[in-house]
T-cell receptor, first 111, second 114 residues
Framework: KQEVTQIPAALSVPEGENLVLNCSFT??????LQWFRQDPGKGLTSLLL?????REQTSGRLNASLDKSSGRSTLYIAASQPGDSATYLC??????????FGTGTRLTVIP | SAVISQKPSRDICQRGTSLTIQCQVD?????MFWYRQQPGQSLTLIAT?????????ESGFVIDKFPISRPNLTFSTLTVSNMSPEDSSIYLC???????????FGPGTRLTVL
């Protein structure tokens, strides 16, 4: 069964700093990988989707990379802002459309 | 993307009762999913609900406890039956759209069982 791990579990940075969130998965036979953010008590917002054939995907200040062979993905956030404070979830999708979620990284950006 | 709404947004229920959660999507989708997020944990898939067929349940989840309806391509319900405090969670529906089956989520239903 696919297992997804995210490190660190929590991260606190000063505003303006660049940061990297890590995601690893055990089975490289994935269809795609998605990064989400979840604000407290709310649903999930899709940030980026990387297809299994892609190496990276960018959206604004966010850049996600994928190394399928090593079972790793990173989410890079440039010039962090207090509004970026949230929990970031990584999820890998198998061919059955099932998303396997990591445990998340809780990010706090300090003004 | 899709705009997804859920009702209710939250509820507090008594042990032994049942609650039905509704999920409405603003466009027709084939695949809808129901997830559970227990306190302090990540999301776990309960079942996949495709219109016109029985829902497919993941290991550890059964139809008697979590019956699902999918009457059309924009709507689904999840019922949490005979509730116990262990059922206290956030329940989220999602849909898969586009060529790469990107998933989009509703705002969730926060359930507390006393």
């Amino acid at each position: 069964k696919q297992e997804v791990t995210q490190i660190p579990a929590a991260l606190s940075v000063p505003e303006g700093e660049n940061l990297v969130l890590n995601c690893s998965f055990t089975d490289s036979a994935i269809y795609n990988l998605q990064w989400f953010r979840q604000d407290p008590g709310k649903g999930l917002t899709s940030l980026l989707l990387i297809q299994s054939s892609q190496r990276e995907q960018t959206s604004g200040r966010l850049n996600a990379s994928l190394d399928k062979s090593s079972g790793r993905s990173t989410l890079y956030i440039a010039a962090s802002q207090p509004g970026d404070s949230a929990t970031y979830l990584c999820a890998v999708q198998t061919g059955a459309n099932n998303l396997f979620f990591g445990t998340g990284t809780r990010l706090t950006v300090i003004p | 993307s899709a705009v997804i709404s859920q009702k209710p947004s939250r509820d507090i229920c008594q042990r032994g009762t049942s609650l039905t959660i509704q999920c409405q999507v603003d466009s027709q989708v084939t695949m809808m999913f129901w997830y559970r997020q227990q306190p302090g944990q990540s999301l776990t898939l309960i079942a996949t609900a495709n219109q016109g067929s029985e829902a497919t349940y993941e290991s550890g989840f059964v139809i008697d406890k979590f019956p699902i309806s999918r009457p059309n391509l924009t709507f689904s319900t999840l019922t949490v039956s005979n509730m116990s405090p262990e059922d206290s969670s956030i329940y989220l529906c999602s849909v898969a759209m586009g060529s790469y089956n990107e998933q989009f989520f509703g705002p969730g239903t926060r359930l507390t069982v006393l």
